[in-house]
């Protein structure tokens, strides 16, 4: 049976790095091969979040997508080599030919505001903590930034989600006290069943490391 799941691919940018007109060429070869199969999301993270440059193209960007031509401004702003100053995100904008009227609207808009902020929001949950950087399904793409390596790291994640749902799980904070309290139920079971003997036995079974005369042997009970 054919998986038509999609792959939700994440891409958080700062236009005033440029190393993303280095990345852009081998990411558009990618979604070009996935096709429909990826769904591309774009989001806005800076490691200056004040910086005005930061700011100003990012919600030119934002602005654009409410007229439904992010990826046209998209472009522009990436191959941009001046300063961001509003005079020229604007000059960008008129260039394709958006509402000039509504596009300043937008720009100024509390809701592009709040979007912004929730895009660094959004990014420091995925511990991203530069810019560019990818997320495949929600997890951290850490690899080779080349097109042969985000391919294979995406057919992983198509094939692999319960074993990204448990990594997910480990790196969760809570997810320690949840395994030592599930811990602390079953030990509690085990010995109401009148398993004692066993339960004591395996509480002081010992594991550790031998090399020569040397040796490291401690309680399964104080490793875990």
């Known amino acids: 049976m054919k998986d038509n799941s999609k792959i939700e691919l994440t891409s958080f940018v700062d236009y005033t790095k440029k190393v993303s007109i280095r990345t852009r060429p081998f990411l558009l070869s990618v ?6 199969r990826i ?5 806005f993270y800076s490691t200056s ?4 440059e930061f700011v100003i193209s990012s919600k ?5 997508e ?10 522009l702003l990436i191959h941009y080599k001046e300063t961001f100053t509003e005079d020229a995100v604007f000059t960008l904008a008129e260039s394709i030919d958006l509402d000039m009227e509504r596009f300043r609207e937008d720009f100024e808009s509390e809701y592009v505001s709040v979007r912004l902020e929730e895009d660094k929001s959004h990014a420091k949950e995925r511990d991203v903590n530069f810019a560019p950087s990818l997320t495949i399904n929600g997890y951290m793409y850490k690899d080779a930034w080349d097109e ?3 391919m294979e790291a995406i057919n992983g994640a198509k094939a692999k989600p319960v074993e990204q749902a448990v990594v997910g799980f480990i790196h ?3 997810s320690a006290a949840i395994a030592l309290l599930v811990a602390a139920i079953a030990a509690l079971v085990f010995v109401n069943l009148g398993f ?29």
């Open 66 to 75: 409410l007229q439904g031509r992010m990826d046209d401004l998209h472009e």
């Open 39 to 43: 769904e591309m999301k774009t989001k």
């Open 60 to 64: 030119a960007a934002l602005a654009a």
């Open 31 to 36: 979604l070009d091969h996935f096709g429909d």
């Open 49 to 52: 979040p004040s910086n005005s």
């Open 172 to 174: 969760w904070g809570a």
């Open 196 to 224: 004692l003997e066993d339960y004591e036995f395996l509480r002081h079974f010992k594991l550790g490391l031998n090399a020569g005369d040397a040796d490291f042997i401690l309680p399964l009970e104080v490793w875990i």
């Open 148 to 150: 042969e390596a985000l």
